[in-house]
C-alpha cells in the first residue's frame, strides 16, 4: 500500500512539472510594458509565469454563476478551482487563462477575469 502511495505521489508530481515545463516565454514579449506585471501574477497555486503562457479567451468562452467561473477550453467547460483565481486588477482588460495539459485531462493553473463588456 506504502509503494502505491509513493507511485501514485510520483506521477502526480511528474505531471504538474511536466506541464510547467512547457512554457512558451521565448522573448517575444520582452518589450511589451505589461511584461514585469504578467510575470508576478500568482494564484494560489502559484506563480503563473507570463503572459506568454497564458491564452486570451473570448468573452463567449467564460462564464461566471453563483461566485465561480468556468472557462471552455479545447470544446469543454472546466469549472476553475477558486484558488486558481488571481484577485489582483485586470491590467490588460482581457481574459486570460493558464491551462495546463496532463495525464488527467486539463487543470486550470490561474485565471484572470476580463470585463466582459
Known sequence: MKRLRTAVVLIGSA?????????????????????????????????????????????????????????????????????AVITVPNRFGRTMVWPIKGAYGISIRCFLPGSMI
Open 15 to 83: 505531471a504538474v512539472f511536466a506541464g510547467s515545463a512547457m512554457a512558451r516565454d521565448d522573448g517575444r514579449y520582452a518589450n511589451s510594458p505589461l511584461k514585469q506585471w504578467f510575470d508576478s501574477l500568482r494564484s494560489g497555486k502559484g506563480p503563473c509565469c507570463s503572459d506568454a503562457d497564458g491564452s486570451v479567451v473570448s468573452d463567449v468562452d467564460w462564464e461566471s454563476k453563483d461566485g465561480h467561473y468556468r472557462v471552455r477550453l479545447e470544446g469543454q467547460w472546466i469549472d476553475v478551482p477558486d484558488d
